[in-house]
């Protein structure tokens, strides 16, 4: 098996009647772009950058953050590197951050509202992902969006560190692409006005599946009840896509969803731009796409959307993908 997907190294990620999407990896450090290139992915959707903060005992410094960002980079080379601002808070914790124990850390104070509560930690961070910029193809990408004004907030910041950039003469890219994570409800609702102000979107799903379900993702007395196949949450999926072809931005998802063999043909069909995996499903999910037809799966994709619950969607499409192998 592991043969037969080694033929698809080095390959256009195409259905079977050439529709071209872009197959992308997650990754959680610079090492991790390794093994994606080697996998041979197309790029790389989600830098989650939050683990080069977790693992040390204090906060990595701009230097450090600046060569880990730019060996990514260049392992990258001229493929885009999307380098996600640092997504702490709910689950994940950092002890030198004093971050204070909330009840409902998922709700509280985390991503991007920590980020705009510390200027000095963000601003450090878009400084070295913004040097690190002259050395690869590197995107921004913003978690946990809820509104406009907090995307507004951040173009000011960065457009105040460019300046800071232009007057020492450090060269980065000018135009660097600012796009936001859509993994909240009010995201998803607002996907029409975000889109006119985002370069790119990236659906998040497994926060998004969270949120619409009010399901916490961690937690088993409810995991039965978690799943990205929820109809709420392909609807959002849907609506998503449809606001950014609207605004001609680019989507992507980088939530597990992204290599779910039986999400595949409702993302195809929905117009999903860039798929982004696990490094190790890389192969694999360019393998599924491979099966498919546009045709086929707008078929799929309408009688799916035609059911009410989430137990007849995950029947039927795993029935379906099982006459398939
Ligand atoms: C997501 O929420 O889908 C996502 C990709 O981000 P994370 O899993 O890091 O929250
Ligand atoms: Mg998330």
Sequence with gaps: ??????????????????????????????????KAMESGAECVGL??????????VSMPTEEEQFEVYKRAAVICKDKVLTIRTLDIGGDKDIPYMGLTKESNPFLGYRAIRFCLGRIDVFTTQLRAI???????????????ITGVSEVRSVRTIL??????????????DKDI???????????????????????FFSIGTNDLTQYTIAVDRGNENVAYLYSAFHPAVLRSVKRIIECAKRENIEVGMCGEAAG????????????????SVTASKVLE??????????????????????????KEVSAYLSDYIATKM
């Design 1 to 34: 098996q592991v043969q037969e997907l080694k033929k698809y190294i080095n390959k256009d990620t195409v259905t079977q009647d050439e529709k071209r999407v872009c197959l992308a990896a997650n990754i959680g450090n610079a090492e991790d772009a390794v």
């Design 47 to 56: 830098f989650r950058t939050e683990f080069l903060f977790m693992n040390g």
């Design 130 to 144: 913004l040097r690190a910029s002259a050395y690869g193809n590197i995107r921004i990408m913003l978690p946990l």
């Design 159 to 172: 457009q105040n560190v460019m300046r800071e950039l232009d007057s020492k003469e450090i060269p980065y």
């Design 177 to 199: 692409l600012l796009g936001v994570m859509i993994e909240t409800p009010a995201a998803c609702m607002l996907a029409d006005i975000l889109a006119k102000e985002a370069d």
């Design 260 to 275: 779910n063999p039986a999400m595949i043909p409702l993302l195809l069909a929905f117009g999903l731009d860039e798929f």
């Design 285 to 310: 999910t360019r393998k599924n796409i491979a099966s498919w037809t546009m045709k086929e799966a707008a078929a799929v994709t309408d009688t799916v959307m035609g059911m009410s619950t989430e």
